[in-house]
């Protein structure tokens, strides 16, 4: 046969056959209510693992789960609902009243359109007793926007942690809520909006330009002006003059996008991004220079040729030293094959079909953010989400470490 048919017969193979043809084993964190959407993970205990949080859109709950550790990772893990509201969209931890307790903010759509606080009690040792929680309602935030997702973040050095926040539909947008001096007194929260949006699905903190802070990096799947940008961080003393703030787009546009993540692709030092989207493809952008916020583009063909991809992941899976990404799909696609693989680069380079490796099998339609840690203590990398409509809840998926190289 002639060596390029050769070539291209292994590539037809590679793509399109995953190695690993079995999924790995999944063990259910939780499956107590309905419409698991989103993680978000934080140490609460101080115990060095890390604990996660998860909004129950359907089923109207807030839960917090306790990390058991390596032995019991395996069982359902400790958990307690800090709230009911409804439509929550997302949760994230932070100790926003600075009292030693790691609270929860929760972010909601649908009808209710309000970001609460779920303050965590001051004893550690009633931190699962739901009945020590206490919910209250950002009043500022009441039926204005549909809250979609929150960063804490420090943006004006005083007063503990601000949130950045971002929404979606009309009046969305991506600002910031400013702390007070007391943070309990949520009427004293003053809101500056940054930008108008249409529909946010991931913010992250980074330093994009090198100079020292913190800027604020997200995306907006939808609307006249999809992609991801940035917003320059002005400094402390300027960041409530909302003109300040300049903003920057990255790329991306023209495309539906979904949940991105942030990492060293090719291990230059240099941070990437790995973009989801539903446009049949996983936009990378690779920074080119440290000096100057600049990217080079990839683009690799979402795993099955699915339109529909809802998030990635960077993680070294393998433990080879290089990183892999980790993909997972929304709804819309007829699913045939896997709803989360995990993909790595061949010798060809990024720019080549990539390996293609089975997690999840075929369960599962509407998966959500992905995190990686290793919750077994075996050495490899784990993988934790959630899924949303055949309600597999929160779960991880144990990592074989199978010698596929």
Same mark, same amino acid.
């Given at each position: 046969m002639n060596p390029s048919i050769k070539l291209l017969v292994a590539v037809f193979l590679m793509v399109s056959a995953p190695i690993m043809a079995e999924p790995w084993k999944r063990h259910i964190i939780d499956d107590f209510s309905k419409g698991a959407d989103g993680i978000r993970l934080a140490d609460v205990n101080q115990d060095n693992l890390m604990d996660i949080t998860t909004g129950w859109e359907e089923g109207g709950k807030i839960r917090v789960y306790i990390n058991p550790g390596h032995l019991k990772s395996k069982d359902k893990w400790p958990a307690v609902t800090v709230g009911d509201v409804k439509s929550p969209e997302d949760a994230v931890f932070v100790d926003l009243d600075q009292d030693g307790a790691t609270d929860v903010v929760s972010s909601c759509e649908g009808s209710n359109k309000t970001i609460y606080i779920h303050w965590a009690p001051a004893k550690k040792s009633d931190y699962?007793?739901?009945?020590?929680?206490?919910t209250t309602a950002l009043p500022g935030s009441a039926k204005q926007q549909s809250w979609m997702f929150a960063l804490p973040m420090q943006i004006d050095g005083k007063h503990g942690l601000d949130l950045v926040v971002?929404?979606?539909?009309?009046?969305?947008?991506?600002?910031?809520?400013q702390a007070p001096e007391n943070p309990r007194e949520l009427d004293k929260w003053k809101f500056y909006p940054l930008y108008k949006a249409a529909w946010i699905m991931s913010i992250r903190s980074e330093d994009v330009d090198g100079d020292g802070d913190q800027d604020i990096l997200f995306n907006?799947? #939808?609307?006249?002006? +999809? $992609?991801?940008?940035?917003?320059?961080?002005?400094?402390?003393?300027?960041?409530?003059e909302i003109k300040a703030w300049e903003l920057h787009k990255i790329g991306a546009s023209g495309l539906e996008n979904l949940f991105l993540d942030l990492g060293d692709l090719n291990k230059d030092g240099l941070t990437d991004i790995a973009q989801a989207t539903r446009n049949g493809k996983i936009h990378v952008f690779l920074r080119t220079s440290a000096s100057k916020p600049s990217w080079e583009t990839i683009q690799i063909t979402n795993p099955d040729n699915y339109k529909n991809g809802k998030a990635v992941h960077f993680a070294d899976l393998d433990n080879?030293?290089?990183?892999?990404?980790?993909?997972?799909?929304?709804?819309?696609? #007829?699913?045939?094959? +896997? $709803?989360?693989?995990w993909m790595r680069a061949t010798p060809a380079g990024f720019n080549q079909p990539w390996e293609v490796f089975d997690i999840s099998g075929k369960d599962g339609i509407k998966f959500d953010r992905i995190e990686t840690l290793d919750l077994d203590g075996d050495g490899d990398l784990d993988v934790i989400t959630c899924e949303e409509r055949q309600n597999l809840?929160?779960?991880?998926?144990e990592n074989p470490l199978i010698n596929t190289k």
């Open positions: 699962l007793n739901p009945q020590k929680w206490e971002g929404s979606k539909g009309s009046n969305a947008t991506v600002g910031w809520w907006d799947r #939808k609307g006249a002006n +999809p $992609g991801i940008y940035w917003l320059e961080y002005p400094g402390k003393n300027e960041a409530t080879d030293g290089k990183m892999d990404l980790i993909h997972n799909i929304g709804p819309g696609d #007829k699913k045939v094959g +896997p $709803g989360m693989v809840g929160v779960f991880w998926y």
